[in-house]
């Protein structure tokens, strides 16, 4: 069975730190990935998607990027922070048709 | 504009009570998912239609591309129902990007 994985499962920064945030997937080889943001009470914004190793395309960048540096891990990172990224962070895979979603991660910027 | 449209917004039913969550699409859309995000957050699928109508328990989803909605039935309404209901379209040029309604925050009182 496939798992999905985020790290970490909140953070509270500061505007202008960096950040780092982490998904990996399990029992799943060449997933297509997908990172998302959302507001709180909002919808969901598609941010970036990766079909392979090496390969990240922008859907809508927020100041931010993503990087995937092995076939089963998903980076998402900036180096200073804004208030406005502050939100709920998802990670999905899919392969063919659904996504299917980790736990997600919340941020706060302060 | 906005290519998806759910509606309503919010809806209040009683256990028991059944109901119908729409989403309009403003453009082709190939495909539409339909999800559960509960109260820690976590997205849950449910239906995943290229065409047609599936069941599952007591939800029932509909996709008519050519007349451009979705819709996503629910009957006998149970508390564990509770939470937002999006729906999530995949436009015909892009195999990668799904388009988000704006959810469909549903309450179940006993």
Same mark, same amino acid.
């Given at each position: 069975a496939q798992t999905i994985h985020q790290w970490p499962v909140a953070e509270i920064k500061a505007v202008g730190s960096p950040l780092s945030l982490g998904c990996t997937i399990k029992g799943k080889s060449s997933p297509n990935l997908y990172w998302y943001w959302q507001a709180t009470g909002g919808t969901l914004q598609q941010l970036f998607y990766s079909i392979t190793v090496g390969q990240v395309e922008s859907v809508v960048q927020l100041n931010l990027s993503a990087s995937r540096?092995?076939?089963d891990q998903f980076i998402l990172s900036t180096e200073k922070l804004l208030l406005s990224h502050s939100g709920f962070y998802l990670c999905a895979w899919g392969q063919g048709d659904t996504q299917y979603f980790g736990p997600g991660t919340r941020l706060l910027v302060l | 504009g906005d290519q998806v449209e759910q509606s309503p917004s919010a809806l209040s039913l009683h256990e028991g009570t059944g109901s119908a969550l729409r989403c309009n699409f403003t453009t082709t859309m190939r495909a539409v998912q339909w999800f559960q995000q509960n109260s820690r957050g976590s997205l849950i699928n449910l239906f995943y239609l290229a065409s047609g109508t599936k069941e599952n328990g007591r939800l029932k989803s509909t996709f008519n591309s050519k007349e451009s909605y979705s819709t996503l039935h629910i009957r @006998?309404?149970?508390?564990? @129902?509770s939470g937002t209901y999006f729906c999530a379209a995949e436009a015909? @040029?892009?195999?990668?990007q799904l388009i988000w309604g704006s959810g469909t925050k549903l309450i179940i009182k006993p």
């Open positions: 540096p092995k076939d | @006998d309404a149970q508390l564990e @129902d015909g @040029d892009s195999n990668y």
